[in-house]
């Protein structure tokens, strides 16, 4: 049983379209990765499902959480869902915690909103929170102004914030891109940690196929405002189906084996305003048929764990 | 292999203030570094924040000038920053930074920047040597009418490329040139950059974070920490068998497909250059750290099988299996 | 921290010394005000009298080194026409003037804040456009046009309210509501900025994350921070309490510190011009170094701590 199902959302600002039609699912405590490059719409898509999209936005097709709507529910209903059954953490840790509140507030104003607590009650629960997080000197840091702090720091402090709602399921959006190295492995690291005590479902967005293969069980690769791929995370290392992730995969410099130029795909992702009229890869793959330029094709299953929106997916299912 | 430019033991200070009214501390950036570059070979810098490699950069190419050591390019000294012969060099080393948008001029057409140097020194300049230089670097003739926010991220950090090697230079310093791109760019960009050097036989240094793409395009790697080199050799020794403990947990921090074996996590953060540790600048860090770390601070010196560690305990442990 | 205060004190002081010196070379190398005040048919002998009189026969630099002693002791000189002591006068107006510019500063705040906030969270409505277009007629009308608009209007043709003179707490309604339109209009759209700046942040967007109700989001996350830069034109405001209605006042025949000014000013009555100089250099200040403590209470980053937790990025 999902605990969310995203069916056809599809969000466009100002006529032109970012997001062209997604059916995602998330079981509970699994660990899914989303991944794409710029403006494949793999954030647009949960700021829409909890409403965080400006006004402008255009959004249909529906986002279940359990039993609930969350696509046009009132303001009380998504208030209550976000942070306290979906939570979300974001990619620039410094500019995502307001300068002028001390760090223990912004977590306190959490865990006021969704368990009730308030004066001290509160501050003892926030300390928990930031020791869970691996915070060094907890107490002392509760009363520390972001900028104080550096950014892998202010990452687990975004993080406690998201856990004091006691979520079901926390999206991560590019938590680490903005960190070093080191300090990526840290966070990672907290996060299955996290996930595996809490029992919490982890969506990690991301552009870096590297930090998915070391993270997520199963992995979805979007491009152009759509899903193109679906696979559990070994299989789409072992065999990707799709040519973009194909090319995605070549274009990863590898750690060991030969040295020779990587699979670049050639030119770049299509502006919104000229989109193909057929898959919107077309143009860049390099196995593109007659048929690809006529309509997108949907995303067809290969095997029992395996879809991919490629008419190559057929053949890879008549093989298989 | 000649060597194109060599640097000795630099060091870059700077003055900062803890506070409005706190004591005037001394932050260092680069901390006695030394590097060859040579003629036709990528060196890979790569470090974490705050680690001093854009420092460096900047020192190799003489924009700052070291406030102890000195950078030699074909044996004689760097000139001054700003002086004449320190301009005329700017023909023989150029730069390619971080973010394409802030490295173009925005009211200029691509073609105009792109000649700009050219012109500067006095070499034969024209459409068609502007053509040809935005050929190399991947984009189409027409774009030489364009304006920089009229291209893509990928497309201006070509831009900038093609300005770099208008002057046919001798040594390209590359700052991070692929980190602000989408995964699929920063792999042409990568394939253009080792094309362009086996084509024109031009030296590189490429400083950046990410250990995958210096393996990549490096012939050889160096690994820095707080102001200092504390490793460098062949890319895939340097992966593949780290011998500092910095190093080590750098390679294991890297996410890849198949990475085999258990991440090693560092505690803490990195460093702050301006609150420096006694000693080797990584012991309050490594799990290895012994009395010795904590007072003396290791030499780079190299190995018996040639790798240039900064470690005691490396050197140690060399030691014992020789004894 | 005192260090701090210290260095703005040192500051201060030397910034209202350079507006007194500047008044004073100004004032003296703009015509003899011996001739002036004692009019044009006076005999030669008594504007060589009046000027021995004031010590203006002096050199110049003796001159400025006087009135600067004199200063240093409290004595800010008489003025020339009645002989009374500058500060004396001046003092006197002060009541007028505040009796014009605290009201139409509560105008300033009450009006232009609250519609800059309105017309940023309502961005590109119907709302927001008519208030940035108020706004604009607001402050590019130029106050006296304004005033005498107004007069004609509500004094003139409706006969409402009178048009001059400060009898009656009526007849300050014009004078307030003039001098509070060009503040209003220009705070209104100073704040809309600031408030967009601020709404347009990540960590708005975090906030609405947590589930924090938009109500509270505005309140709570946004107002702070949108209220740093409004700070710095407020102060501006309120340093200018004592010389923003110089035009004003006269347009209504205002009796307070303005009209004096124009009137000293073509009386070439130097002790009162330089008194009031030095006054208001020394509000506005005062109402610059009050901004800049404030700042340091609204905006942590601002505040000078040692031993931060310092983070390497």
């Not at chain 1, 969506?203 to 690769?221: M, N």
């Not at chain 2, 630099?10 to 203030?17: A, D, I, K």
């Not at chain 2, 046919?168 to 991070?176: H, I, Y």
Request: proline share 6%.
């Amino acid at each position: 049983m999902s605990l969310i199902r995203i069916r056809n959302l599809t969000v466009s600002f100002d006529g032109q379209a970012a997001l062209r039609g997604i059916d995602l699912d998330v079981a509970p405590g699994e660990v899914l990765g989303l991944v794409g490059e710029s403006g494949c719409g793999k954030s647009v898509t949960w700021l829409a499902a909890l409403g965080l999209l400006p006004a402008k936005a255009r959004i249909t097709g529906s986002v279940h959480l359990n039993d609930t709507e969350l696509l046009g529910a009132s303001a009380t209903t998504l208030e209550r869902v976000r942070g306290g059954r979906v939570a979300m953490i974001f990619q620039d840790p410094a500019s995502s915690l307001n300068p002028v509140h001390r760090v223990g507030k912004q977590i306190t104003e959490a865990l006021t909103l969704h368990q009730g607590l308030r004066g001290g009650a509160a501050r003892a629960e926030a300390r928990r929170l930031l020791d869970a997080v691996g915070m060094p000197d907890a107490t002392r840091r509760l009363d520390a102004y972001p900028h104080e702090l550096s950014g892998g720091q202010n990452q687990r402090v975004m993080i406690a914030i998201a856990l004091a709602g006691q979520p079901e399921v926390l999206v991560a959006d590019e938590p680490t891109t903005a960190l070093d190295v080191t300090i990526q492995a840290q966070i990672l690291d907290l996060l299955q940690g996290l996930r595996r005590d809490l029992k919490m479902a982890l969506v990690l967005i991301t552009h870096d196929l590297g930090v998915v293969s070391d993270v997520c069980e199963r992995v979805a690769v979007m491009y152009a405002g759509r899903i193109v791929e679906e696979a559990p995370a070994e299989r789409l290392f072992a065999a990707p189906v799709h040519p973009y992730t194909q090319g995605l995969l070549g274009a990863l410099p590898p750690i060991e084996g030969e040295r020779r130029p990587l699979t670049a795909i050639p030119g770049g992702v299509p502006e919104p305003s000229a989109m193909p009229p057929g898959c919107a890869f077309a143009p860049r793959c390099p196995q593109v048929r007659m048929e690809c330029a006529i309509a997108p094709p949907p995303l067809t299953r290969t095997s029992a764990v395996q879809r991919a929106a490629c008419v190559l997916a057929r053949d890879a299912l008549v093989a298989a | 292999m000649t060597k194109l430019l060599e640097a000795r033991d630099l060091v870059r200070r700077y003055s900062m203030r803890t506070g409005a009214f706190g004591r005037a501390i001394e932050v260092r950036a680069v901390d006695g570094l030394s590097l060859t570059l040579e003629a036709g070979r990528t060196l890979g810098l790569v470090g974490e924040s705050g680690c001093g490699k854009s420092t460096t950069g900047r020192l190799v190419l003489g924009l700052e000038a070291p406030d102890e050591g000195a950078v030699h390019v074909e044996g004689s000294p760097m000139p001054p920053a700003g002086s004449l012969a320190w301009r005329r060099l700017r023909a023989r080393m150029q730069m390619v930074f971080q973010d394409p948008l802030g490295a173009l001029d925005r009211r200029l057409t691509i073609g105009t920047q792109v000649e700009e140097p050219l012109i500067i020194h006095g070499r034969p300049a024209g459409s068609e040597r502007i053509t040809a230089l935005l050929l190399e670097a991947g984009l189409r003739a027409d774009h030489a009418q364009r304006y920089p926010h009229e291209l893509s991220g990928g497309q201006r950090q070509r831009a900038v490329l093609a300005r770099a090697l208008a002057t046919a230079p001798d040594l390209l310093v590359c700052d991070e040139p692929i980190s602000a791109l989408d995964v699929s760019i920063q792999a042409q960009v990568m394939n253009l950059l080792m094309e362009i050097q086996a084509r024109r036989g031009m030296a590189m240094l490429f400083i950046s974070h990410d250990l995958r793409a210096v393996r990549q395009v490096s012939h050889r790697v160096a690994v820095m920490y707080l102001g200092r080199i504390v490793e460098e050799g062949a890319p895939d020794d340097v992966l593949h068998a780290p011998a500092h403990p910095y190093a080590r947990a750098l390679v294991s921090a890297i996410p890849h497909p198949g990475r085999r074996g258990q991440r090693i996590l560092l505690s803490g953060d990195p460093p702050n250059p301006a609150d420096r540790p006694s000693g080797c600048a990584f012991h309050p860090r490594c799990v290895d750290a012994f009395a010795r770390c904590r007072v003396e601070a290791p030499a780079l010196r190299p190995r018996t099988d040639g790798r240039l560690v900064a470690c005691h305990l490396a050197h140690a442990a060399e030691l014992e299996k020789v004894a | 921290m005192l260090r701090f205060l210290a260095g703005r004190l040192l500051r201060a002081a030397f910034t209202i010394a350079m507006v007194v010196t500047f008044a004073f070379v100004v004032l003296r190398l703009s015509g003899d005000p011996a001739q002036i005040i004692m009019g044009a048919d006076a005999p030669p002998e008594a504007i060589d009298a009046f000027r021995a009189a004031w010590g203006l026969d002096e050199p110049l630099w003796r001159q400025y080194l006087s009135y600067f002693s004199a200063i240093l002791h409290g004595d800010l000189g008489r003025s020339m026409r009645d002989g009374r002591d500058a500060i004396t006068l001046v003092a006197e107006r002060i009541p007028a003037t505040l009796a014009l510019t605290v009201p139409a500063l509560i105008i300033k705040l009450a009006i232009g804040i609250p519609a800059g906030i309105l017309a940023a969270l309502h961005r590109n409505s119907l709302l927001d456009r008519a208030v940035m277009a108020l706004a604009v007629a607001g402050f590019t009308v130029p106050s006296f046009v304004l005033g005498l608009l107004l007069v004609l209007v509500f004094a003139v043709q409706l006969g409402w309210l009178p048009s001059g003179g400060h009898e009656s707490w009526r007849h300050a309604i014009l004078p307030v509501i003039t001098l509070g339109v060009g503040g209003a209009a220009v705070l209104a759209r100073f704040t809309r900025s600031a408030m967009l700046e601020v709404l347009g942040q990540s960590y708005i967007r975090t906030a609405s994350a947590k589930g924090v109700p938009w109500r509270a989001v505005v309140w709570g996350h946004a107002l702070p921070n949108a209220a740093i830069p409004t700070v710095t034109i407020v102060g501006f405001m309120v340093g200018s309490l004592i010389a923003g209605a110089v035009v004003v006042e006269s347009v209504f025949s205002w009796p307070g510190v303005g009209r004096l000014l124009v009137v000293a000013v073509a009386n070439r009555d130097l002790a009162v011009v330089q008194c009031i100089l030095l006054l208001v250099a020394a509000t506005m200040v005062t109402s610059n170094l009050i901004v800049d403590l404030l700042y340091g209470v609204l905006d942590p980053r601002l505040r000078r701590s040692v031993g931060r937790a310092q983070g390497a990025h």
